[in-house]
């Protein structure tokens, strides 16, 4: 019953079956190795284009060197106050850029409106010397509240951003819970909506450390070799990347992952409605259910030996946000987690 | 007969068993896993000391985070012109300090002398707003062209440091080579010697991608978490790293792992010893060849499916320097290299 | 009729007396001058402390090469959102300290009030890696709405600040108006009440360009010489710095000029809240007058000949911000300021 | 007898009432005022291009700013080892690049040859992303040897350097003085020779602190405001480097004063040559004399109030190094230097 994260999970035993596989012979260091050519081609074809990829160990490294790609120092980096690049990455985007401002656009659920957005564009005229310019608009797909843009929603901020003479970036760290919840094509979810550079993120959803960046335009993608290899993230032995993207890849592994987790947060979130005294405060989407849980409920899940986050209750509106007696939490489940892990909770829960 | 790099090879089985063993269950993200601990504790049985460690994915992001640690961006890192942060980092030491400036030091096999580093000193007073100030000696150990520092000889280097006020870094990318060639103990290689951080590569050694950055004095790693983690080179699934690193010391796998790879060079070097027209221009320590070779030697061996670097000859002595008809090669062995390879490369030597 | 900055005025021709003084015979360079010496020894005597001082040619160089100092790059920087450093200086602080983050503590007149100090400083709890580390607190004083801190306010502060762990900075852009305000000595209202770092600007106040940054702990001044220098900043005829402020502060011409243009504030202020359909939405405190006034009665003022800035209108409550049918306006007097151009200004308004 | 540096002297008198002249009335502040219109205006003319120009107050802030233009952190800048930019500037080209590494041209005289060029360009292949590649060479006119590239010189490298791939810069610290001694037109040793950027130099040609960036394509001036303003170099009262570069440019203050400065270095080292046992070790070109001294006369030169500093001798071929019982030192002479000083410098020498 640990719901902390899917980060905590190991790798899905096809991953390691790749990485055993892979483990023979001689390869080329650097990224010029055949595991990391088949994966380059994997992703284009599911992604339908001739993208440009890359691949790194981390999330924060995939999103700073992405947005670091397009912002320069004096650039303004636009998206949701709860956007990972913004509460969770230590400052690397601005570290990346040099410099640059992140300015946050409003919006419900973790999710930036365009009223927001024009709002906060509105603060960084282009022109003056004395304010950031607007560079990127950053949007997470799903979002660090567990919820999705519609592919609508993507094209109309894309196009504001576009008009505003900025890129976009997306932050897929759960892009496979968010494909696998709108039952969408990875194109239409990205670049035919607009998307310029898309950071995937194979860790969280099945592998052992894989992410990568994706320039739709290859023309965007100019020198980020040097980019990537002075920040120290071409690992040597490339063909780790290749074999663990090239399997998540292969018959639709990362969307059976995807659809497993985010059926367990669907059975978990079902399960709490009916549980008297808890609220869950936006509707569940992806991967990620937050409640409000009467404290003695808390107390009796961890005392038979559930875990998961006490999150951050600030900017709530009241409606969603926990009173006296109450905890606000974060669980989240994974391509790991078992009916059996959800059915105990349940249990628990209803035996209070 | 693929000599190209360490880096073309797989990973040792003992390294992707460890990672199959380490694939169950839930452990917390970012490093605060059981795996990272135990490497952590067997890295300070090994060195003999309560070091501090961190794991990174790349010997380029280690050695530049461990330099950044201890260089401001107006400090100089001292180090051999051949040193692989001079050559073959793409100015990284240089961008996460922030600007800084690598200052070449003289001697001779990629060996920096006491003289040389007197000289370069000389240049560099302390003191005036004009010149960047002393912050770091860079040594690498074995060096990039496979030779070694005696002990005396780190310490002698390392006591001038100090003196001059800088820290003392050691390149460890082929370290286990440099401990199974000297058949010291690490702790006298390093912190005995004066040695004040240490990145120790085992992705050469036998790893997937795994390198530890290693402060012996823990408090120069202060506040090191956050510039790695901003840096991108906090991996959520810290269990990997851990399960690498502890694989790789158990029953001193690393040190079997380097003297086989030291003794396929020995046989290599002893064999082109014997051609005629062969010559072997600076003595052969540890895991790597360099060659001068009869052009129609190296056709030969080429046609026959032989595999090595041409390697550039600026700054050579006249008799370490190949002629017309000449060309100078580096081969490098590995783990993986095995006899049955040497002695078909040799076959083709004595055939011509 | 400029009222547009006090930026817009010339030098005082005190000044201008003392660089024509100083045009004479050489002068060591890079600030190892006689007049860099007596101005340091000047601003000694008149914060009566034995401080470290280097002058700089702009106020953003002296603010973000004061940042950096005490701010690594996963540090925050808390400040009101009005701040100077970060509306104004184009994300240079975040520049020179390679990263960082600026975070906003609100309060009514673009002052920080404690609540919300403490509230900024929740969301950055001291440790996990994941989160900027609170670095430095930023007061304006005067602040960006010509407000000022009571003593007893900056104390306050700066005893949060460093229960935080943090250092203090103050933005004295219009440091001499403050004081002149305030009527207190620059001791107390500095490093007496916890400030940590001064950056006192003299260019708005009557200089050409010439502004100290100023560590009254001399051992938080250490190495500041070559962050200077690294930053372009250091001035080879420092000579010209010295005379300024030595001139400046000589027979506290600081303080008259800065009490003509507080006055001068004064009278503008008392004028405009005579005329009807003007509203003065927060006490007029040093040398800026904001003001919301009538369309008609600004197209007037425009007409004849008076110039000055509309000024943004977010966060403002509704009390006082403009409605429709109003503009609301920045209106700014200098040393340079005669009372006949005030007179002038108020004849319109009543004309109209 | 003050012969340490051009820096040492103050400014002309042309300058200082030039500053007077333009202390009257409020002028819009950050560069937008009619004294820096008139100043781009005049060096549009001078150099007869439609230059873009940007004013800051140091050399180092102009050369660092000039090469970040051009240099991405992965760049490599080519010089003469003795180039400011590399000797004295504290790494801020480095630190300005965000990384970036120095590559020394070798050469006689502070000179930079074809065939070093060539050499060093062969260490940095374009394409691997394990070296810094090639973006920006730097020539110093005159050179920190007081030496002058010809016209046909610059060309040549130029020519190398695009071909290269690389954009030409030119630090014009000493200008004027190399223009009087050529005898060309400013543009035909800037840009009609393959110059880029020109950071042309005022203070030490008798501003007190005024330098000019110059970019004669507009194109690659794109976005330098918001770098300029970042780094804290947009003095706000932008009329006073407007007003000293309208005065220096004006009918010809900028030679006349070169050309006094180059004379008295003539007379110095014509004097010096009939001097017994006095040796110069290369041609005096422009206002620099370097000379080999006996001891001895050094030191009843000092005795007698004469100043100049000893200058490093590293790298010196044995003709141009000093032997037991000598030193070698520099002098500078500037628009300040009299005759007198000369006669007075000369007659102690002839005294011994």
Redesign the interface.
Known sequence: M?F??D?????S?EI?DA??A?????????GEDDYTRAATAALRAVFETNCEVAF???????N??ALAQVT???GGIFCHPQAHIN??????P???C?????ITVPGDFAKMTGDGLTASL??YPRGP?????PAAMSLSQATESGTIYSVDEIATLADMAHAAGMKVHMDGARFANAIAALNVSPAEMTWRAGVDVLCLGA??GGA??CEAVIFFDPALAR?F?????????????G??FGAQMTAWLQDELWLRLARHANAQSRLLADGLAGIPGVRIPWPVQTNEVFAILPQKLDAALRAAGASYYFW?T?GLVPAQAPVNGEVFVRMITSF?TTEAEIAQFLQVCRAI
């Not at 509460?87 to 690397?92: G, I, K, Q, S, Y």
């Open positions: 640990n902390t994260s980060n905590s999970a190991p790798a035993p390691l990485l055993i892979a483990n023979k012979g001689p390869q080329a260091a650097y790194v160990a981390t999330g924060t490294a995939a700073s060197l320069p120092s004096w509460t969770n990455e230590c400052a690397a601005e570290a990346f040099h410099g640059a401002k992140i509105a603060r010397i004395h304010t950031v310019q860790t969280k052992l450390a020198d070799g040097f980019r990537r290899k002075q920040s120290g993230h071409v690992v040597s032995k063909r780790w951050p600030q790991a």
